[in-house]
C-alpha cells in the first residue's frame, strides 16, 4: 500500500520560508517522478512543481518559480518543497503526490489523475 505523508506546514509572515516534506512508503521512489500541488480555499486544485526520477529536471509553473526549489533523497524516500520569498497568495493546503506509471513528468494534467496523494499540509502565509 503506497502511503505519502506531507510535513512541515504552517503560519509564515509574507516574504518568510517554509520547507515541506513527503515522506513515501510501499513505493521505491528511485523509479517514479513526484509532484506537488496545492489547493487555496474556493479553488481548484493546482499542479506547481514537478521533478522526475532523477531528480535532475525539475518543473515549476509560473506562479512559484524562482521561489520555491522541489528536491527529492531517493534514499530517504523523500521529495521537498523549498518555499522562500512566500506570498499571501500561496495560501493554501499543499499536496504532493506520485506518478506511479512514469519516471519524468508528463504535465500536471497527468499527474492529477493519479492515485497516490498525500493528506496534505496548510501553509497560511499572513501578517
Known amino acids: 500500500q503506497v502511503q505519502l505523508v506531507e510535513s512541515g506546514g504552517g503560519l509564515v509572515q509574507p516574504g518568510g520560508s517554509l520547507t515541506l516534506s513527503c515522506t513515501v512508503s510501499g513505493l521505491t521512489l528511485d523509479y517514479y517522478a513526484m509532484g506537488w500541488f496545492r489547493q487555496a480555499p474556493g479553488k481548484e486544485r493546482e499542479g506547481i512543481s514537478c521533478?522526475?526520477?532523477?531528480?535532475?529536471?525539475?518543473d515549476y509553473v509560473d506562479a512559484v518559480k524562482g521561489r520555491f526549489t522541489i528536491s527529492r533523497d531517493n534514499a530517504q524516500n523523500t521529495v521537498y518543497l523549498q518555499m522562500n520569498s512566500l506570498k499571501p497568495e500561496d495560501t493554501a493546503v499543499y499536496y504532493c503526490?506520485?506518478?506511479?506509471?512514469?519516471?519524468?513528468?508528463?504535465?500536471?494534467?497527468?499527474?492529477?489523475?493519479?492515485?497516490?496523494w498525500g493528506q496534505g499540509t496548510q501553509v497560511t502565509v499572513s501578517s
Open positions: 521533478i522526475n526520477s532523477s531528480g535532475d529536471s525539475p
Open positions: 503526490v506520485a506518478d506511479v506509471i512514469s519516471d519524468s513528468c508528463s504535465g500536471y494534467e497527468w499527474l492529477a489523475h493519479s492515485d497516490a
